[in-house]
């Protein structure tokens, strides 16, 4: 029940930054219902072999290497997902971050009950 919460808060994070990015669009909210799957399955299955594959660059830019394989994600989304579009690399790195820092606060305030 918890994951099928966080794809819903995921999906409607994924809307309100589509609105507030102009680099970003979204068609509705089904397609950002599928990017939220789409983005958990990439971050568990493609992300650690890119981390891996990256490592040395990792290490040398003290992980922010790390935003970089986020924002490349996205524009595999992009790339995978027709309603999804994003602009260019700075604007998925900003919706990577952005992304990333809204999941996490309210993911916090969820595992408060």
Do not use: H
């Amino acid at each position: 029940m918890k994951l099928i919460i966080q794809l819903l808060l995921t999906a409607i994070i994924v809307l309100v930054l589509a609105e507030v990015l102009i680099g970003i669009s979204v068609d509705s909210f089904l397609t950002s219902l599928i990017v939220a799957v789409l983005l958990a399955l990439l971050n568990v299955t493609i992300k650690p072999l890119l981390v891996l594959l990256t490592l040395p660059a990792t290490i040398l830019t003290f992980g922010l290497f790390l935003l970089v394989i986020n924002a490349v994600i996205i524009l595999l989304l992009d790339y995978l997902i027709g309603g999804f579009s994003v602009t260019n690399f700075w604007w998925a790195l900003l919706f990577s971050l952005l992304l990333s820092i809204c999941q996490s606060i309210l993911y916090s305030l969820l595992g408060r009950k």
